[in-house]
């Protein structure tokens, strides 16, 4: 972060749009005035009298059992210190997200306006009713052990202090494995723990715990050597205090095996690093920027293990990897604290997790190649998705063998089944998309670089190495735009057409060839190569960049018909259509033809499936397609039904493999009973159907448009179907984030095009995903 426009990255992203970063939803219906009888007044009161004879109900009818209380009060805010409430807040709101997206455990942050210990109890114990969970956090030392103990005894749910323990559960699980590749024994290495705070006495206890020897670790505050010979010895501090005779930290440093920071950026010199014995385990884990830097210390040992508390470097050990699994866990059985054996519990799990296999899904995360057991990898990732399925497991079942457990999991499969769900997301499989096209990142030509919406896009793009972009436009116009909105795209191409003669008279020779007995005259044909679309996509035909993406500012058939006309369609393909993939709660569901084929025949539509079938397989997602009208099945007849139901038919009779099924009504199609219970014969009666076939571009793209106002899905297309190469066309007036979204869509299209003519089209998908 120590770039500017990443520092103005970071502020845009907390004021864009709706302020900070969480919201609060309602999770029943509020659409008519029943719902809001039940909702409130008078409905409300049944379950008002049903927690009132039996408090436990509470858990029942309120979202108490899935809320955590995030409460803070600004005086250890990362490692920038005693900032306040209010400065504390976007970290606070930032604990809730991440607790939503990795464990579905929704979030009230409180940040407190005391600093006085009573006060804060008070506080906070007086607000066990809403919570099903508390998370301290930033409360520095050593308020927050009196705090958290005294909120401990006096709560009956779970309270945890997450830089003490969290912290202490992730490096002990960090520390063990890189004690095991260091062949290094717990009992035997000397530590030196840099920082006498929350984190660090917490640390250095588990460590103890679990083996550690406490004569072994010399501990440094701001002062110096934490020594038993100290005037006015902090008792919490006396608890780590040494009488070696050392005094400050570089000779403390001398000969130990391991380093501990947990204090603040840049206090441990490359000097007295080399100074460590052989094979030496540093975790500089300050934050925002650790105790040496991540390179600086590589670069000074060799054979060291270095994590930090950062994403941006391999080893990140930071706390973000128990939280949310632990809480979960905890809140599962209704635990009424986080015990020791819960935490051990947790330590395992996570330090287990880093020595088995890692899903191809995270490779793809960190766009990594392999991953495995190691110096660069000894705890997992935080993007990984098995750490919800055994962290929460093991600490639920930590906590039903410890006797803290009021309710019992039973069956921990159907458990772990429930964790993975909670994960769904609806964005997964773009997440998914977007790393794959990371992975190997494709060159892209923008043919409108000359609007900042474009040029913020490919910012966004180049930063993330989705893309390698190219900018067709007049260079003075994109660099004046790049400047005007603070963009950093230097070394980024930038091609103007007017300028490339040699090109444009190649590129026109060859339009000239192919259209000369359809009304294009060389002259026609010079002529059309000044528009920037035609200029895009001979680059893309001639193999000078691998995509084009375009359309924000022309209308569709004007940014089309250049792609149609110099690229073409696929063989044995006779049209093109247009698909969108809709990002549900419920899934991804894909929609077409939204776009090109305006009343389709029944040749059409049927040749459109068959397209849209291709194209949703490539995603590794079997299609389940619905016809859909405004019949089932034979139940009216007219135009749309019965050529809906004709299509079905020879889609039927001729393309077997393909599940598909209609004529059908749209709720039909996506409910899990609907079609179950009146028209069992289906062939998608057993489950809904992910992929809809409209009667007309109309009906298709008054749908799409709806789901995405008034459903809140998320819309990513158009995706163009059936060209020869990739050319992908965005709406006019998108967003950055939708085109950011289609230039990942086209880069995955290049890459499994390119993978297709390889291995010459074996069935294997041209997304080359495993989704579920
Ligand atoms: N990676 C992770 O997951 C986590 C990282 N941390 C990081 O750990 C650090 C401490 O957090 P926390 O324990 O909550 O905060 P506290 O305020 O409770 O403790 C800070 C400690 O750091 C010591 N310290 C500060 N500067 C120096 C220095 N130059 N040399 C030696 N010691 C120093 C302080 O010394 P003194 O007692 O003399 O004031 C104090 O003991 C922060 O940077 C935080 O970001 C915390 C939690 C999780
Ligand atoms: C990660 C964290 O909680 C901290 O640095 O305070
Ligand atoms: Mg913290």
């Not at 962290?391 to 499969?413: F, H, L, P, Q, Y």
Request: with cysteine.
């Amino acid at each position: 972060m120590d770039k500017l426009n990443r520092k103005k990255d970071a502020l845009d992203y907390h004021s864009q749009g709706r302020p900070g970063k969480i919201q609060v939803l309602p999770t029943k219906p509020t659409n008519s005035q029943r719902d809001l009888t039940l909702a409130y007044s008078p409905g409300v009161a049944e379950p008002c009298l049903k927690i009132a004879e039996n408090k436990e109900d509470v858990y029942k009818y309120t979202a108490k059992g899935n809320l955590v209380a995030v409460i803070s009060n600004g005086t250890a805010v990362l490692g920038l210190g005693d900032i306040g409430p209010e400065a504390g807040k976007p970290v606070m709101e930032g604990k809730g997200l991440l607790f939503k997206i990795f464990a579905d455990i929704d979030v009230f942050d409180l940040e407190l306006n005391t600093k006085n210990v009573d006060e804060f109890v008070t506080i906070v114990k007086a607000l066990e009713p809403t919570f099903g969970g508390v998370n301290l956090e930033d409360i520095k030392a050593p308020e927050c052990f009196e705090i958290e103990r005294r909120l401990k005894e006096e709560m009956n749910i779970p309270v945890m202090h997450d830089d003490q323990h969290g912290t202490a559960i992730i490096s002990a699980a960090a520390l063990l494995n890189a004690c095991e590749l260091q062949k290094k024994k717990l009992e035997k290495v000397k530590i030196v723990v840099n920082g006498a705070g929350a984190a660090a006495i917490s640390c250095s206890r588990l460590y103890v715990s679990l083996g550690a020897r406490k004569e072994n670790i010399v501990m440094i505050d701001r002062s110096g050597v934490i020594r038993k010979d100290r005037a006015k010895l902090d008792p919490l501090k006396a608890e780590f205090a040494t009488d070696r005779d050392v005094h400050t930290l570089e000779e403390a440093m001398n000969d130990a095996d391991v380093f501990i920071g947990l204090s603040a950026a840049d206090t441990l010199s490359p000097e007295a690093l080399k100074t460590m014995a052989k094979n030496p385990i540093v975790f500089a884990m300050a934050n925002p920027n650790p105790e040496i830097a991540y390179e600086l210390a590589v670069a000074t040992r060799k054979d060291i293990i270095m994590a930090t508390g950062r994403s941006d470097y391999p080893n990140q050990v930071n706390n973000v990897l128990g939280f949310p699994y632990i809480f979960r866990g905890a809140m599962d059985v209704r635990a009424t604290t986080i015990n020791e054996e819960m935490k051990v519990a947790a330590v395992k799990a996570i330090a287990d997790m880093a020595k088995k296999p890692v899903p191809e899904s995270v490779m793809l995360a960190y766009n990594l190649q392999n991953l495995r057991f190691g110096k660069d990898y000894i705890i997992p990732k935080p993007m990984d998705p098995r750490l919800i399925t055994s962290v929460s497991a093991a600490v639920a079942r930590a906590a039903m063998e410890s006797g803290v457990a009021r309710a019992a999991i039973t069956d921990w499969d159907a458990y772990a089944e429930e964790l993975g769900r909670r994960l769904g997301g609806e964005d997964a499989l773009l997440r998914t998309l977007s790393n794959q096209a990371k992975a190997n990142p494709k060159r892209v030509v923008f043919a409108e670089a000359d609007h900042h919406k474009i040029l913020k896009a490919v910012q966004i793009v180049k930063d993330e190495g989705i893309a390698i972009p190219v900018l067709l436009g007049n260079k003075k116009k994109i660099r004046d735009i790049i400047e005007e909105y603070s963009l950093e795209l230097n070394g980024v191409e930038i091609l103007d057409p007017e300028e490339e003669t040699e090109l444009q008279e190649k590129y026109a020779s060859f339009l000239y060839e192919k259209r000369q007995r359809k009304g294009v005259t060389l002259a026609i044909a010079r002529k059309l190569m000044r528009d920037r679309n035609y200029f895009g996509a001979c680059m893309v035909q001639f193999g000078m960049v691998d995509a084009l993406v375009s359309g924000l500012t022309k209308d569709y058939g004007t940014t089309v018909r250049p792609a149609l006309q110099v690229i073409g369609t696929e063989p044995d393909v006779d049209r093109v259509a247009g698909m969108y993939m809709m990002l549900t709660k419920k899934g991804p569901v894909f929609f077409g033809d939204t776009t090109v084929n305006k009343n389709p025949t029944v040749d059409e539509l049927v040749s459109i499936t068959t397209l849209i079938d291709h194209s949703v397989r490539k995603f590794n997602i079997n299609p389940r397609i619905a016809i859909l009208s405004y019949s089932n099945f034979g139940s009216t007849n007219g135009e749309v039904p019965e050529k809906t139901r004709e299509a079905v038919r020879i889609l039927h009779e001729q393309y077997p493999h393909i599940m598909v099924d209609g004529e059908m009504q749209a709720n039909f199609a996506i409910s899990k009973c609907l079609l179950k219970d009146n028209f069992p014969f289906s062939k998608l009666s057993g489950t809904p159907a992910n992929t809809l076939v409209f009667p007309n571009l109309e009906s298709g793209n008054i749908a799409y448009k709806l789901l995405q106002e008034l459903g809140e899905a998320e819309a990513v297309g158009p995706i163009l179907l059936g060209l020869n190469k990739p050319v992908h066309v965005v709406q006019i007036g998108s967003s950055v984030r939708e085109i950011v979204n289609m230039v990942t869509i086209a880069v995955v299209d290049v890459q499994t095009k390119q993978e297709e003519a390889e291995s010459n089209s074996e069935k294997k998908g041209i997304f080359g995903l495993v989704m579920k």
